[in-house]
C-alpha cells in the first residue's frame, strides 16, 4: 500500500463513452501525474501537476483531459478513445516533482478500449 | 540529451543465486537515479534511489545498487534471489528539473 489510491481498477468501455478515472493522495504530496503503460512500450508521462498547475503536457491527444481540482485528487477524463489506448493507467504523486524526490504509484487502472 | 538504458528485457536466475539487473544513464551533469519493482497488476514500487550521497545505495528486500560515474552505471544487485522477486524492474532518471525518464524494464524471472 503506497497511499496513492487509483478507482477503478478495471474499466471497459466503449469508444464513444465518456468514463473518469480517479486518483488520490493523502500522503502531502504537492506533485502528481499520470502515466500510461503498454504492452512492450516503455511507461510514457502523459500529464504533470504541480502544486494543481499543469506544468506537463507530454503531447496527449485531446481525448484525455486531466483535471485536478486540488493537490489530493486527480482525474484522467476520456471520452471517445480508440482501441490502442487500451493500456494499463498509473498514477503517482511526489512531494514536489524535484530531482530528488521519488514517486509513489498507485496500483493502475487497467482500460479496455472496445 | 539524459536518458537510461535497460541492458537486458530479460534476465532468468534460480532460486538462491545472485541477481544482477544493468542500468546505464548518458548525463551531461550529476543525476538522481531510481530502481522501482513492478509486480504482475500492480503499480511500481521504490527499490532504492541515489541521489549524489552515498555512491552504494541499499533499499528495501535486499536489493542494493552503485552508482559508478566512470561507467555511466547503477546496477541492481541482490545476493540471493527469492522466488518472490519475480517482477519487472525499471531503472530511472531524474533530470535537474524533476522530469523522470524511465527504462524499458528489465522482467526477471526466478527458477525454483
Known amino acids: 500500500e503506497t497511499g496513492v489510491t487509483q478507482t477503478p481498477r478495471h474499466l471497459v468501455m466503449g469508444m464513444t463513452n465518456k468514463k473518469s478515472l480517479k486518483c488520490e493522495q493523502h500522503?502531502?504530496?504537492?506533485?502528481m501525474y499520470w502515466y500510461k503503460q503498454s504492452a512492450k512500450k516503455p511507461l510514457e508521462l502523459m500529464f504533470v501537476y504541480n502544486f494543481k498547475e499543469q506544468t506537463e503536457n507530454n503531447s496527449v491527444p485531446s481525448r484525455f483531459s486531466p483535471e485536478c481540482p486540488n493537490s489530493s485528487h486527480l482525474f484522467l477524463h476520456l471520452h471517445t478513445l480508440q482501441p490502442e489506448d487500451s493500456a494499463l493507467y498509473l498514477c503517482?504523486?511526489?512531494?514536489?516533482?524535484?530531482?530528488?524526490?521519488?514517486?509513489?504509484f498507485g496500483q493502475g487502472t487497467r482500460l479496455t478500449v472496445v | 540529451a539524459q536518458s537510461v538504458t535497460q541492458l537486458d528485457s530479460h534476465v532468468s536466475v534460480s532460486e538462491g543465486t545472485p541477481v544482477l539487473l544493468r542500468c546505464n544513464y548518458s548525463s551531461s551533469y550529476s543525476p538522481s537515479l531510481f530502481w522501482y519493482v513492478q509486480h504482475p497488476n500492480k503499480g511500481l514500487q521504490l527499490l532504492l534511489k541515489?541521489?549524489?550521497?552515498?555512491?552504494l545505495v541499499k533499499g528495501i528486500n535486499g536489493f542494493e545498487a552503485e552508482f559508478k560515474k566512470s561507467e555511466t552505471s547503477f546496477h541492481l544487485t541482490k545476493p540471493s534471489a527469492h522466488m518472490s522477486d519475480a517482477a519487472e524492474y525499471f531503472c530511472v532518471y531524474n533530470t535537474n528539473a524533476g522530469k523522470s525518464t524511465f527504462g524499458d524494464g528489465t522482467t526477471l524471472t526466478v527458477k525454483p
Open positions: 500522503l502531502g504530496h504537492n506533485a
Open positions: 503517482a504523486s511526489s512531494q514536489d516533482g524535484g530531482q530528488n524526490t521519488e514517486a509513489f
Open positions: 541515489y541521489t549524489s550521497a552515498a555512491t
